[in-house]
Antibody
Framework: QVQLVESGGGVVQPGRSLRVSCAASGFIFSNHAMNWVRQAPGKGLEWVAATSFDGSNKFYADSVKGRFTISRDNSKDTLSLQMNSLRTEDTAVYYC????????????????WGQGALVTVSS | DIQMTQSPSSLSASIGDRVTITCRAS??????LNWYHQKPGKAPKLLIYSASTLQSGVPSRFSGSGSGTDFTLTISSLQPDDFATYYCQQSSSVPITFGQGTRLDIK
């Protein structure tokens, strides 16, 4: 069965960096686009970033563009989000989400989600 | 960016009720509209994609309709497991955007 397991969350000071990762299993990771979606405490869902199946195309929300970098290692079935220059408003649960698209297609909606990694930005 | 607006923001209903949630896009998105629900402390779950296609494993009491800018999610007969927050999401263009959510509570 498909599993997505995030790791790397924690408490970090404003202006510092943090990397969250997502270990995928139960499907052919290299065939599917992947995304990060976040949810601030008590708030709704906000899409953060997307990468195509091979990492050649990447897209970002304006709120994180230039600060966050999405990447993937298809040899290790791992998705990552490098977060630099963190702000208090980046505090959220970060979900890794699999694109519903069939082989190598990006449809930009999500059929499997991880359990989330909590990132708290606070001094 | 395409703005997604859901209504109502919250509603209370009883087991067995028929419930409809609406979602409006700020511009036409054809049928690139998806619905999720989320329970407290859990990840969202995909219910319907492409406006009206039921995701595998989702009960048939859920249905979706609409195209262009106006969409609806209908639950034909509410079950205890359906009390959650519902989100619409457009996949027509990047940035992907979600509605603000509709919280469905037990009356």
């Amino acid at each position: 069965q498909v599993q997505l397991v995030e790791s790397g969350g924690g408490v970090v000071q404003p202006g510092r960096s943090l990397r969250v990762s997502c270990a995928a299993s139960g499907f052919i990771f290299s065939n599917h686009a992947m995304n990060w979606v976040r949810q601030a405490p008590g708030k709704g869902l906000e899409w953060v970033a997307a990468t195509s199946f091979d990492g050649s195309n990447k897209f970002y929300a304006d709120s994180v563009k230039g600060r966050f970098t999405i990447s993937r290692d298809n040899s290790k079935d791992t998705l990552s989000l490098q977060m630099n220059s963190l702000r208090t408003e980046d505090t959220a649960v970060y979900y890794c989400a699999k694109d519903r698209g069939v082989v190598r297609a990006s449809l930009y909606f999500f059929d499997y989600w991880g359990q989330g990694a909590l990132v708290t930005v606070s001094s | 960016d395409i703005q997604m607006t859901q209504s109502p923001s919250s509603l209370s209903a009883s087991i067995g009720d028929r419930v409809t949630i609406t979602c409006r896009a700020s511009q036409s998105i054809s049928t690139y509209l998806n619905w999720y629900h989320q329970k407290p402390g859990k990840a969202p779950k995909l219910l319907i994609y492409s406006a009206s296609t039921l995701q595998s494993g989702v009960p048939s009491r859920f249905s979706g309709s609409g195209s262009g800018t106006d969409f609806t999610l209908t639950i034909s007969s509410l079950q205890p497991d359906d009390f959650a927050t519902y989100y619409c999401q457009q996949s027509s263009s990047v940035p992907i955007t979600f509605g603000q959510g509709t919280r469905l509570d037990i009356k």
